[in-house]
């Protein structure tokens, strides 16, 4: 089959889904493969990295989605990349059913088959192919850079000729994947971390990595908020008191504080007030990793950085794995082409879209004419 990567055309993006590396293992999967010219520029990939990786560059965006048998890319395509795919091509990309669902639909009736990053299940056996985790793991990562990009102080403490320096305090609110790669990032880089997350079983892992858990002053086991199926459901208004309360009172000695907190399927819960902004010190820093779905301060302004007037900033980007362009691309096309490995059980180019496989199941959300999702459970956890 032939496998093809288009510029990406959302306004800002910088990832490409198919790097030098990724299309060579691809190639010995039996495939071949084709991008549009410039289509990793950005990321740091140029024409002749992929020339020499053996890929044929074509000039247009046309002429790759007349060319690929299969198109992978990053963001969910546009109005005019949606005419483009035809019956029998597959795409694979970032789609999210329920918001893209009429996009899902349109690709159903033209009999394309498409495969969505977001639904990858979360199973073991699929860790390798969840490019939501390693999308997270790099926003996690880039919040705490970015923090530090705007806060005027060392992280760590330091004894120094010219003066005493204490360590900055660092605030992460949820514990999933984004919030651990911020606590370990932070840690490492000498802050004293704090983090808080709904989900009790969290507390060893953060411990792990250096920083102190925030329990809460709350009769009832702190699992109120907690687990269905490893993910946060919505929490009482007895425990969201009894976390609001905590948080007003750390508000005014942390520096910086990154909010990372989800419900699957809904908003953001609002955990950060202003209040609480307004009672931090000038020179503080909120990074709101959930501002893509409304934001976990109150203030936030999704892809904005605002200052208020006590001084503090507040940075809404939702685009941080793009600002790690290189580093997101090299993780995101491995994780696309782990699931072409999947795709060709016989490595000999030929694709076996096999709808038993809980994975490939559950990642199809369009096939043969079919709208496929939502999909059935996972068989294997
Ligand atoms: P997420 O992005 O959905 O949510 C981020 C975090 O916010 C979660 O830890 C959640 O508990 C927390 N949260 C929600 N409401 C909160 C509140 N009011 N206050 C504080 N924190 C709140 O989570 P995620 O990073 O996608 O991970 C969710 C789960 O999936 C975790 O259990 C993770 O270990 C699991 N996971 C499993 C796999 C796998 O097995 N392949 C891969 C990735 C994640």
Redesign the pocket.
Known sequence: MKIGTPKETYEGENRVAMTPASARDLQKLGHECVIETKAGLAAGFADADYEAAGVEVVKTAAALWKAADIVAKVRVPNETEMKRLRANQTLISFFSPVADEDKMQAAAKKGATVIAMEMIP???R??KM?A??SM?NIAGYRAVIEAGNNFGRFFTGQITAAGKVPPAKVLV????????AAIGTSTSLGAITYA????P??AEQVESMGAEFVYLDFEEEQAD???SG???SV?SPEF?EA?LAKFRELAPEMDIVIT?????NREA?E?WTEDMVKAMKPGSVVVDLAAEKGGNCKLTVKDEKIVTDNGVTIIGYTDFPSRMATQASTLYATNIRHLLTDLTPEKDGVIDHDMDDDVIRGATIAHAKEVTFPPPPPKVQ
Do not use: H, K, M, N
């Open positions: 979360r199973i073991s699929a860790q969840d939501l985790s997270a609110v949820g514990a999933g994947v984004a919030g651990l808080f997350d709904v989900r079983e969290v908020g907690a687990s490893g993910y946060a929490s969201r976390q990372t907190a989800l419900i699957p819960p955990l």
